[in-house]
Every structure is written in C-alpha cells, then in structure tokens.
C-alpha cells in the first residue's frame, strides 16, 4: 500500500501527487475541506445531519379521508435538517435520509373498527407503495394506537419530505397529553420525528 504524507502547506498528498486540504475559508469563516479533484466544500457537509422534531397539540384531520400532513410545532435538536411551514422536512446537504416516526392515534368519541391510513409524501407528490393502514378498533378513550415506522429516502436541499395520514372519521386523532403529575410521566407528543442522513 502507497503512503499518504503530509505536505508542508498542511495538504495531504495522495499517491498521485493530488493533495488533499484542510483549511479555513476567509470569506465564510468555515473549516473547508479541497478534495483531490479541487472540489471545495465546508467539512460541516460530511458531518452527520439530523433533526428530532415533536408536535405539542392534538392533531384534527382536514376532513373525511382528506390527506391531511403530520404537523410539527417543536424542534428539539438539529443539525442540517428542519421543519417548514410546520409539516415539510427539509435539509441542507443531499443525501439518504432515515426518516422515523411515531403517532399517537386516539378516539375521542364513537365506537366501531376504523382504518387508518398513513404515508409519505415528497414535493406535493405521494410517494408510490409507501402507504400503510393501521386498525383500531374499542370505544372512547379505550382505542389507543401507535404508529410508528421508518421510511428512508433521498433528499436534497431543493426537496421537502412529509407524513401524511387520513381517516374515515374526525373522530381520530393525533392526541397530545400535558405531564401527568400524579402518575408521573412526561407530556405525550402527538408526534414524534427524527430524520438522520446515513
């Protein structure tokens, strides 16, 4: 195997004499990275990007088995990747993302067995075969049900990714609890996201 050295201008040379640069950008004050094709990125772009989102309301859908967005009113942490407009994912460098979920699916009222469907969605348009239906089924505040899966999905900066879901009735919905004092536990999301670039 050929050596990697360390030339004296703080570039490392490749077995072809291509160098490698490591070096603070003036005019951005970022630390940049010139790979050996003279390629000139800041070295935050090959750091790992993520985001963790909630939502602290409960969710009601837009109507009748009308495809309704997931919103999200609270960031939690994030690096590279964000919410828009409370319901777009977006990020800012390309890539695969792991995007994950979870939904707390309640009834409120009524009785009887009900579908549930949930997919994705990316640029205003449904992405094909990424729909799933969940049942629920047991009367008012004795039908809970957590959704929650993952989805993984190319992304780049020009692009917005989101959850969508509707239901037969607005008699279910995306239930959010305050802290229970008494018991005690934290408050309960009505969802949950987390969006990783892998």
Request: hydrophobic letters at 35%; aromatic letters at 8%; proline letters at 5%.
């Amino acid at each position: 195997m050929t050596s990697v050295t360390k030339s004296a201008s703080n570039n490392i040379l490749s077995p072809n004499g291509n160098s490698l640069a490591v070096f603070i950008n003036t005019e951005t004050n970022q630390l940049t990275l010139k790979d050996i094709n003279g390629k000139t990125e800041p070295i935050s772009n090959y750091l790992t990007k993520f985001g963790s989102f909630y939502d602290t309301t409960t969710q009601t859908a837009l109507g009748l088995d009308t495809p309704t967005p997931m919103k999200f009113n609270t960031t939690d942490i994030s690096n590279g990747v964000s919410i828009q407009d409370d319901t777009k994912i977006v990020v800012e460098n390309n890539g695969y993302y792991n995007i994950q979920f979870s939904a707390q699916l309640d009834r409120v009222s009524g009785s009887g067995v009900v579908g549930i469907e949930i997919w994705f969605r990316k640029n205003g348009t449904d992405i094909p075969n990424s729909t799933t239906r969940v049942t629920m089924t047991g009367n008012t505040n004795q039908s809970h049900l957590v959704a929650s899966w993952n989805y993984i999905a190319y992304l780049t900066s020009e692009d917005n990714f989101q959850i969508m879901w509707d239901t037969p009735t607005l008699n279910i919905k995306l239930v959010a609890e305050p802290e229970n004092t008494l018991v005690p536990y934290p408050a309960i999301p009505s969802v949950i996201l987390t969006a990783i670039r892998i």
